[in-house]
């Protein structure tokens, strides 16, 4: 089993860059690819960013490429979500995953183990 804790959320203003941290339990945190998912009230669930558990690999989603970065620290068994130039379209519930293998994925069904999310609220 696998516990996450995310954390770093808030209201920003438009263009802010926050980082958004994720800590889990466990022993196996470096084999597990981990990702970031978000979603708006009245909308799906959304894919953000994915890294490999090595930290080598990472992918992201088209609205969010260029302006956010993961990576991962394996040592402290946290995962990172730094966001940059905010819009107000990202105002979101923003939930870490971890998958059972290293291999990344958007697919929110690879995913089994999710935190209970982070409210960011970006100010116009």
């Known amino acids: 089993q696998v516990q996450l804790v995310e954390s770093g959320g808030g209201l920003v203003q438009t263009g802010a860059s926050p980082l958004l941290s994720c800590a889990a339990s466990g022993r196996t945190f470096s084999s597990r690819a981990m990702g970031w998912f978000r979603q708006a009230p009245g909308k799906e669930r959304e894919f953000v960013a994915a890294?490999?558990?090595?930290?080598?690999?990472?992918y992201y989603g088209n609205s969010v490429e260029g302006r956010f970065t993961i990576s991962r620290d394996n040592a402290k068994n946290t995962v990172y979500l730094q966001m940059g130039s905010l819009k107000p379209e990202d105002t979101a519930v923003y939930y870490c995953a971890a998958r059972t293998i290293r291999y990344l994925s958007r697919r929110n069904d690879d995913y089994p183990y999710w935190g209970q999310g982070t409210q960011v609220t970006v100010s116009s």
């Open positions: 890294v490999s558990g090595s930290g080598s690999s990472t």
